[in-house]
């Protein structure tokens, strides 16, 4: 199998424009900032000679499901997922299940959108393929929102290596390996695409 050599189908922080759900407007376009940062550093992977193929602002396929998958890298037959997050500054970790910044619970650092998004596409693409899809490790890109620090080292999120924004070029060749595409997982989940008719 000849693999797609690096390409980029989406739009990222499509689903943020005109964002309802968003808690404002100012919200929304802080958290569209954020998939942009990301897009651009996945862009560039993408772009390198016989790159993998990068999707932004994919539908998660359960009927009635709004949230989105913010990216895909698909570098042979291996898909990694990338949830982009701008937060505070301050110091996000994990005990127990829960996640605090310093004393703080917050509630959104413990969702368990990836795991159910990586499932989904699991299920997609068994159901329409005859052989196996590697799937990655899920990561989390986390961007700050301001000038104040944001140490994430001791945060542990379900299912997801958490990846600071200002690490994200060099560590995401490893994490999601850098092979042209294979054909035929691109051509599926291209018609999961935000704006696409499929």
Known sequence: MTGIPGTVIGRPGGS???AGWAKNAAVAD???AGEQRTAAVLNDLARLPSGPTV???LRIPIPGF???IDHVVVAGSRVTIIDSKVWRHGIYWTA???TRRGLEKIDFADKKTLPTAQAALRRHLDSRMTRDTVFGPNILAVWPAGDGALLT?????QDAVVVHGR???RRLPRLTGAAPADPVIVQILSQLVNGTDA
């Open 16 to 18: 943020l424009v005109d």
């Open 30 to 32: 802080i958290g569209r």
């Open 55 to 57: 999707l932004h602002d």
């Open 66 to 68: 709004t949230a989105n």
């Open 96 to 98: 127990a299940g829960r």
């Open 153 to 157: 080292f001791a945060y542990r999120p």
């Open 167 to 169: 690490t994200l070029r």
